[in-house]
């Protein structure tokens, strides 16, 4: 079975600059996550899709990040414009759907975002 | 907000040593998640506990979930270099499917 995939696995932009990362996740998840993980910090969940759906946004900066997940498949997550304390690995996790909310989130190895 | 701390915040053992990880929290979970996260990785799902009091092993490592179902430890036994990593508590509260991540505990196993 194919694991999720990221790109890019890394990004180097200039503050203000606006940068995109692509996640694929697992065949058949109908679940997709976004996650901000710092370092030296536990992730931090950005954004919940339900096929292509937004179950839980509320972490979101939504002033200056965006997601989108249109065809229920893969997704995009967007930053601009990019500021220094946006330096962090972004994360992306799917799962199956059950209802009881206890399947195993599956990650993406991550996008390293370094803010200059 | 449901906020998961974990303790301590690094460890370093040597190998054949034994360690014990905590995760705690004032906030009752629905389900409690271990992970472990290697540099320039994912994390990687170990565990899922769900009953209070409920123990679970694997391999060389045990898990407890706490009476309450808020707090939780892992404990390996006779540490590996392999078992060098960041470890990750993440609960699942009563509402839904989100899961609130600790902050991790650091474990650097040495030869």
């Known amino acids: 079975e194919a694991g999720v995939a990221q790109s890019p696995r890394y990004k180097i932009i200039e503050k203000r600059q606006s940068v995109a990362f692509w996640c694929n996740p697992i065949s058949g998840h109908a679940t997709l996550y976004w996650y901000q993980q710092i370092l030296g910090q536990g992730p931090k969940l950005l954004i919940q899709f339900q096929n292509n759906g937004v179950v839980d946004d509320s972490q979101l900066p939504k002033d200056r990040f965006s997601a989108e997940r249109l065809k229920g498949v893969d997704s995009t997550l967007k930053i601009q414009p990019a500021k220094l304390e946006d330096s962090a690995v972004y994360l992306c996790?799917?799962?199956?759907?059950?209802?009881?909310?206890?399947?195993?989130?599956?990650f993406g190895d991550g996008t390293r975002l370094s803010i200059l | 907000t449901q906020l998961l701390e974990q303790s301590p915040q690094f460890l370093s053992i040597q190998e054949g040593e034994n360690l014990t990880v905590y995760c705690n929290s004032s906030s009752v979970f629905s389900s409690l998640q271990w992970y472990r996260q290697e540099p320039g990785e994912g994390p990687v799902l170990l565990v899922t506990v769900v009953t209070g009091g409920e123990v679970k092993k694997l391999k060389r490592l045990t898990f407890q979930f706490g009476d309450a179902r808020k707090d939780s430890s892992l404990h390996i036994t006779a540490a590996q270099t392999g078992d060098t990593g960041l470890y990750l508590c993440?609960?699942?509260?009563?509402?839904?499917?989100?899961?609130?991540f600790g902050g991790g505990t650091r474990v650097l196993v040495k030869p």
């Open positions: 993440a609960g699942r509260g009563a509402a839904g499917n989100k899961l609130t």
């Open positions: 996790a799917s799962s199956l759907w059950t209802g009881t909310g206890n399947q195993p989130q599956h």
